[in-house]
């Protein structure tokens, strides 16, 4: 199926809301797209609503033949990225809402992107989202607000610590997905590891406005949630509450580790020395005393979004 933009679409028991999220993709402005549908084993009705979409726009609308294992989210993208040849990448989860020209902006900042560094150059364009709740009424107008996100915080340092980007606004290009690709199982999911490829070999650029309605319900694998001061003030002098956050983060952090570790071992012979001292020092976090830890923190700025966060993390942690 030839277009310029393959759109990736990984379903899993969706049915409720994938109505709507294909509709929004039927009405792009830009209409040089395509579909490709993996279905990671529903048991409700999505496989019949993506036949029955697929019946009406054949010409836009591929599904690819199920592994038979589930795969879960992050390998099943990894798997449709193994299927396209498009130049460029979208993803799409089964529960948004896209804007009628997300495409079409999207792909202008991308070829601007490309007039600057080339076609060669992998590239990755991400933006803001509208958050709504699971009837589409409005929760915040943007994401990054509501999150306390700053999109330009893009160097490798930061990028091991925390992915700013949500996969579902990603743009990638042909040379970022060939680069990446085949996205390893260590990875903490395909969006985090195409942001660690696109900062330290490429380039990274954002919209500074939603293009698209990102739906909070009680089924998704990951919500927005509300960054605010006395939130995170309480968590910081709360001893109680800030050791229920750090045993989440531990976890997340030794996922985080193993991605890293992939990452060097992967990409060693293209990182500079500097971006592998980096990463190094990253990975003797895990090993190193209270106060060589705090120290490597810092020389290195090994920090999150949220200032308070990293109050927080210099304290306890």
Same mark, same amino acid.
């Given at each position: 199926?030839?277009?310029?933009?393959?759109?990736?679409?990984?379903?899993?028991?969706?049915?409720?809301?994938?109505?709507?999220?294909?509709?929004?993709?039927?009405?792009?402005?830009?209409?040089?797209?395509?579909?490709?549908?993996?279905?990671?084993?529903?048991?409700?009705?999505?496989?019949?609503?993506?036949?029955?979409?697929?019946?009406?726009?054949?010409?836009?609308?591929?599904?690819?033949?199920?592994?038979?294992?589930? @795969?879960?989210?992050?390998?099943?993208?990894?798997?449709?990225?193994?299927?396209?040849?498009?130049?460029?990448?979208?993803?799409?989860?089964?529960?948004?809402?896209?804007?009628?020209?997300?495409? +079409?902006?999207? @792909?202008?900042?991308?070829h601007e992107l490309e007039t600057a560094f080339g076609p060669d150059a992998p590239l990755l364009v991400h933006s803001?989202?509208?958050?709504?709740?699971?009837?589409?009424?409005?929760?915040?107008?943007?994401?990054?607000?509501?999150?306390?996100?700053?999109?330009?915080?893009?160097?490798?340092?930061?990028?091991?610590?925390?992915?700013?980007?949500?996969?579902?606004?990603?743009?990638?290009?042909?040379?970022?997905?060939?680069?990446?690709?085949?996205?390893?199982?260590?990875?903490?999911?395909?969006?985090?590891?195409?942001?660690?490829?696109?900062?330290?070999?490429?380039?990274?650029?954002? @919209?500074?406005?939603?293009?698209?309605?990102?739906?909070?319900?009680?089924?998704?694998?990951?919500?927005?949630?509300?960054?605010?001061? @006395?939130?995170?003030?309480?968590?910081?002098?709360?001893?109680a509450q800030w050791k229920a956050a750090l045993d989440q983060r531990t976890k997340l952090t030794a996922h985080l580790?193993?991605?890293?570790? +992939?990452?060097?071992?992967?990409?060693?012979?293209?990182?500079?020395?500097?971006?592998?001292?980096?990463?190094?020092?990253?990975?003797?976090?895990?090993?190193?005393?209270?106060?060589r830890r705090r120290l490597t923190i810092l020389r290195y700025r090994f920090f999150y979004g949220s200032w308070l966060?990293?109050?927080?993390?210099?304290?306890?942690?």
């Amino acid at each position: 199926m030839g277009c310029s933009v393959a759109i990736l679409l990984a379903t899993y028991n969706g049915a409720a809301f994938l109505p709507e999220q294909l509709d929004s993709l039927i009405i792009q402005t830009n209409r040089d797209w395509c579909l490709l549908v993996s279905d990671d084993n529903s048991t409700d009705a999505t496989p019949e609503i993506i036949a029955s979409y697929r019946e009406t726009h054949p010409a836009v609308i591929t599904t690819v033949p199920n592994t038979g294992a589930q @795969l879960g989210a992050c390998r099943n993208f990894g798997y449709l990225l193994e299927q396209t040849d498009a130049p460029y990448i979208m993803f799409c989860d089964q529960d948004d809402v896209w804007l009628s020209d997300k495409i +079409e902006t999207t @792909l202008q900042k991308m070829h601007e992107l490309e007039t600057a560094f080339g076609p060669d150059a992998p590239l990755l364009v991400h933006s803001d989202l509208r958050v709504v709740d699971h009837a589409l009424r409005p929760v915040a107008d943007s994401l990054w607000r509501m999150q306390k996100t700053n999109p330009h915080a893009i160097s490798l340092n930061r990028l091991l610590m925390q992915n700013n980007a949500t996969g579902c606004t990603m743009m990638i290009n042909r040379a970022l997905l060939e680069l990446a690709c085949p996205i390893p199982s260590s990875a903490r999911m395909h969006d985090w590891w195409l942001m660690l490829v696109a900062g330290a070999f490429g380039h990274i650029a954002f @919209l500074n406005r939603p293009t698209m309605l990102y739906r909070q319900h009680e089924m998704n694998d990951s919500g927005a949630t509300h960054v605010n001061f @006395l939130t995170e003030i309480s968590k910081v002098f709360s001893r109680a509450q800030w050791k229920a956050a750090l045993d989440q983060r531990t976890k997340l952090t030794a996922h985080l580790r193993r991605q890293a570790a +992939e990452f060097l071992d992967r990409y060693r012979d293209r990182l500079d020395d500097h971006l592998q001292e980096i990463i190094n020092a990253y990975l003797q976090l895990g090993t190193q005393g209270f106060f060589r830890r705090r120290l490597t923190i810092l020389r290195y700025r090994f920090f999150y979004g949220s200032w308070l966060v990293n109050l927080g993390l210099l304290l306890f942690r």
